[in-house]
């Protein structure tokens, strides 16, 4: 049955564009390269880390994890980039796009020694600028669990209104949180 809507990103338009580096002020988004490999494993040794992103990384993981965010940007999987400073890797952020249907989910780690210089909230806004401006989405969203309120922070800061919470919606390595749902719509901010 033909379906009455359209693609609202059409297939191939973020795999055809290559990944752009995206600079903003102090922090610079790039592609992951394998040289990040050793970075990315001091970061997923953190346990705050660890805590909310469910995982830890050995080396050749991390290098696998690199090819497959490259590969990802190419087949329209989780678009990801390095978030790169002076001093080295600061962290990362993803969009996982659901291109047809015009959004995407947001994701974001900033390393130990970067954190409380608003990394994050610079990172997230620039991604989502790039995806509503030049890819086309309507919406990007966010969760986080409502026991991490500093991610919390960070998507009111980046302008990612409140929209309520899902009770018991995600598992963590210490059981089922609460998530907070944010969301930045493109026609509005
Ligand atoms: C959440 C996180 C991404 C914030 O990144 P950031 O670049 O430090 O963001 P900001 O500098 O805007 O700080 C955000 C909040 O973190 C807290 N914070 C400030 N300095 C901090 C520090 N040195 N260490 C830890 N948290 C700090 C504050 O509550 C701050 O809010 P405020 O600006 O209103 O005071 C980062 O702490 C992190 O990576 N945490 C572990 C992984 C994680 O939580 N990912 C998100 C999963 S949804």
Redesign the pocket.
Known sequence: MPSFLSPVVPPGRLGGMGQPHLDAGTVHLRPWRNEDAEALVAAYSDP??QQ??CRSMTFDEALQWVTDARAGWRDETPASWAIAADDGLA?RITLRPHLADGWAEA????V?A????????LALQTATNWAFQVLGLHRVE????TG????C??AL?AGFAAEGTKRSHTLHPDGWHDMHLHARIAAIN
């Open positions: 705050v880390i909310w992103h962290g994701a974001y780690w900033v130990a970067a954190r409380g210089r608003g990394v994050a909230p966010l969760e986080h669990s991490n309120p500093a991610s922070r960070v800061k």
